[in-house]
């Protein structure tokens, strides 16, 4: 897809706000610092239309932005933050049910691990919480930029393996060289034909 125009749509705090207007959504996910906002920054080309949060944790909100006024990109609240208080997990928690148990218009969740760590247990979860509601998900590892060839190509086996899924499923990614965005959108591309929402 050609990026024509580019806008902030919503934020949603609650289910309620949640966007329900046809539209195929695209959704990205992983925990805190991951690298969501500069992944949809990168690929629209822009600098500031996802704030890049220097505290992580902060935003419990859904934000949805629109892509030449047809689909949206939504970047889902990070998960994995420590020192987040135990409320705040909790109204997490109903909004990632939410968001999930309405997701007939999402083409594909994009689920972000950062290339140099493990996933942990909360990845997992995140990962069976969209396989079960039927969503398509699609695992990106992030800052590849930070890792040689070797570590790069270490690092995809151990991620695959921890997660039970094809190495060569794994997209690798990096904002500061642009890798990875070519494959991103040939996915969103090829899966724009989602159910009309109810
Ligand atoms: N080296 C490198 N740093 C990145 C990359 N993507 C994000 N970052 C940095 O990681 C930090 C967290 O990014 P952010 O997009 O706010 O993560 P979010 O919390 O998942 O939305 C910021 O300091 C970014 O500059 C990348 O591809 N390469
Ligand atoms: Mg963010």
Known sequence: ????SVGFHRAAYTPADFVRDGRPQFAFVGRSNVGK???INTLLNRKGVARVSSTPGK???VQYYIVNEKIHLVDLPGYGYAKVAKT?????AKLMEGFFAEAQSLGALFLLLDSRRE????D???????????????IIMTKVDKLSGNEL???RRTIASALAVDPSSLIPFSSMTRQGVDAVWKII???MNIRAAS
Do not use: H, I, K, Y
């Open 153 to 155: 190509t270490n690092s």
């Open 37 to 39: 906002s500069t992944l």
């Open 189 to 191: 591309d090829g899966n």
């Open 88 to 92: 705040t997990r909790a109204e997490w």
């Open 1 to 4: 897809m050609q990026v024509r």
């Open 119 to 122: 996933p942990t247990d909360e």
């Open 59 to 61: 935003t419990q909100a």
């Open 124 to 138: 997992a979860m995140m990962l069976e919480l969209a396989r079960s509601a039927g969503v398509g998900v699609v």
